[in-house]
């Protein structure tokens, strides 16, 4: 393949399913975390023991497939990955090599560019090591078996990708999609790369960057990389691991290539058909994902792209806009929610998962908004609370005397005041000084406590000192 660009890389993403038990046994996948509790022998990789598939991790795998626009196999196949390691109780990982599940996918960047997928399969995740003083300053390593046989999607793109910010966003359209298709636990569950780098000025020599874990690592790690290959130091290839701690890649071992793994199709698991009735009632459960939202809001609620991405990023977010949208301008909800509700929600170091919000008082509240029944900074407030608890918002504002002062005769009577306190100020204004306005309209909204519209209150302040 040619390359063109200054930096070339690939990435190889291995997602854990959300399902309840593991991808070739009964054991659970989350539950009690002392190590070594939630094995069996198939886990194990004991004498004797038989893998049975999982049924619900094929679905969730063939549901991103389709999300992602892949060539489907008519057939589910496993091999058996051949390596020595700690991590591998059997010294084999049961993986789909010779047909994956699905074949030239894509995925498009905020900014349009199609990354292609040359595949994406099912296997199973090796145990955990843990270094105790970290990868390279250990001198033993301990092995925790809760994690073997945790069902795993890889993604591998094709090396298309020129930059890490690139990566990182490509990461971030993944986890997107992830969520909308609710077979990934972002809280809880592992995402893991292995990143393929290489350099123009190097020959575009490829080195491997192996178990980067989270998709904030990824730009770090792919950073690093990049400047190391870049600089003086001579490349070769090789395989490399990602110390998080000191920020740095070192060596491994010399890059093996696919027939090192010995791969060969694992005779306890039969070949099973992929019939295009189970493909069709999967495509039929998928949901409408975040790119056809953000389409969507833009030509029918005609919102600002920025603000149509930002509201689809998140399944939730998108969902709660689109219902508060039939009842109140959709502009104004997503003015609210996109900046209001996201806001109170960064704050509090929350995700609308986390919180028991009462969407018809959320809708109570953008109507009192939208028909100035109360001020935006009064609506900011009420937002503020509602995320802490549910309660009645039109009940609270009228309990509370929160309602803006909409009686133009007293509204009238606030300005009358200001000015009459304010002479140097409304001398100023009169002089062409605009931001002495700003001033008075400050005393009225102090007399109004601050149940006035600042807008409506500016609009009558110059109408007033022009008639004086």
């Known amino acids: 393949m040619k390359f063109t660009s200054d930096v070339v890389i690939g990435l190889e993403i291995h997602v854990e399913l959300k399902t309840q038990t593991k991808l070739f046994c009964g054991c659970p996948t989350s539950g009690n975390d002392e190590p070594n509790t939630r094995v069996c022998p198939v886990c194990l990789g004991m004498p004797g023991s038989k893998p049975v598939l999982n049924k619900k991790a094929v679905e969730y795998a063939l549901k991103l497939c389709l999300a992602m626009g892949c060539d489907i196999s008519s057939e589910l196949v496993f091999s058996r990955k051949s390596y020595f390691y700690p991590d591998l109780a059997k010294n084999y990982q049961i993986t789909q090599y010779e047909l994956p599940l699905g074949k030239h996918g894509v995925l498009k960047l905020k900014d349009g560019k199609v990354i292609s997928l040359s595949r994406i399969h099912i ?24 994690r073997s046989g945790q069902p795993l999607v890889e993604v591998v793109t094709g090396p298309d990708l020129t930059s890490p910010p690139e990566a990182r966003e490509f990461m971030k ?28 000025e190097k020959g575009y020599t490829r080195v491997e960057i192996k178990n980067i874990t989270g998709f904030k690592e990824i730009e770090r790690a792919l950073k690093y990389e ?7 130091e001579t490349v070769i290839q090789e395989t490399r691991a990602w110390d998080s701690d000191s920020g740095v890649t070192f060596s491994l071992r010399t890059k093996e290539t696919e027939e090192d793994y010995g791969y060969i199709i694992d005779p306890d698991l039969v070949p099973i058909t992929i019939s295009k009735e189970f493909i069709a009632e999967i495509k039929k459960s998928l949901p409408e994902l975040a790119h056809d939202k953000v389409s969507k809001f833009v030509d029918k609620h005609k919102l600002k792209k920025e603000d149509a991405e930002i509201l689809a990023a998140e399944k939730e977010l998108a969902e709660l806009f689109e219902r508060v949208a039939k009842e109140v301008d959709p502009l104004l909800a997503a003015k609210w929610i996109r900046r209001e509700l996201v806001r109170v929600l960064n704050y509090g170091k929350k995700v609308l998962k986390d919180i028991e919000l009462d969407e018809q008082n959320l809708i109570m509240l953008l109507k009192l908004v939208e ?24 009940e609270y504002v009228e309990k509370e005397g929160l309602l803006a002062v909409s009686d133009s005769f007293e509204l009238e009577k606030f300005c009358m005041e200001a000015i009459a306190e304010n002479e140097k100020a409304v001398a100023d204004y009169k002089k062409g000084n605009e931001k002495a306005l700003n001033f008075i309209v400050g005393s009225v909204m102090k007399k ?14 110059k109408k007033l000192i022009i008639q004086d």
Do not use: C, W
């Open 371 to 394: 028909h100035k029944k109360i001020t935006d900074a009064t609506g900011q407030q009420l937002m503020e609370k509602l995320i802490e608890q549910p309660f009645n918002v039109k």
């Open 173 to 200: 359209q993944l986890i997107t999609i992830l969520g909308y298709l609710d077979i990934f636990d972002e809280h809880n569950g592992i995402i893991k790369a292995d990143a393929n780098v290489s350099v123009k």
């Open 226 to 232: 990049v400047d190391r290959q870049h600089s003086g």
């Open 123 to 146: 296997e199973e995740d090796p145990a955990s090591l843990v270094h105790p003083a970290g990868m390279k300053g250990s001198s033993y390593v301990l092995v925790d078996y809760n």
């Open 448 to 461: 109004t406590k601050g149940k006035a519209t600042p807008a409506e209150v500016n609009d009558l302040l």
